[in-house]
Nanobody, 111 residues
Framework: QVQVVESGGGSVQPGGSLRLSCAASGSGFSIYVVGWYRQAPGKQRELVATISSLGNTNYADSVKGRFTISRDNAKNRVYLQMNSLKPEDTAVYYC?????WGQGTQVTVSS
């Protein structure tokens, strides 16, 4: 089992950027697939991006070209760089490491 904590959320103007961090405790992090998910009010949680132990990445069509997921195994951390943010990106963003979920971090994009 791992413990997961997200950080880096906040409020930003449309077109702005944020970098989310996912910190995990415990052993085995380097072999786990890590995913970023998001959930807007009244909607189901959706997959945003994943990264494998080898660094292979996948993105939802809605964020492709704007978001970048990366990992630093030495620090047990995964990042989500979010650029060109749109109001529709507003959601609580969650990190999932193996089967463990974090508590989420709020991202709000508005003028």
């Amino acid at each position: 089992q791992v413990q997961v904590v997200e950080s880096g959320g906040g409020s930003v103007q449309p077109g702005g950027s944020l970098r989310l961090s996912c910190a995990a405790s415990g052993s085995g992090f380097s072999i786990y697939v890590v995913g970023w998910y998001r959930q807007a009010p009244g909607k189901q949680r959706e997959l945003v991006a994943t990264i494998s132990s080898l660094g292979n990445t996948n993105y939802a069509d809605s964020v492709k070209g704007r978001f970048t997921i990366s990992r630093d195994n030495a620090k047990n951390r995964v990042y989500l760089q979010m650029n060109s943010l749109k109001p529709e990106d507003t959601a609580v963003y969650y990190c999932k490491v193996q089967t463990a979920w974090g508590q989420g971090t709020q991202v709000t994009v508005s003028s």
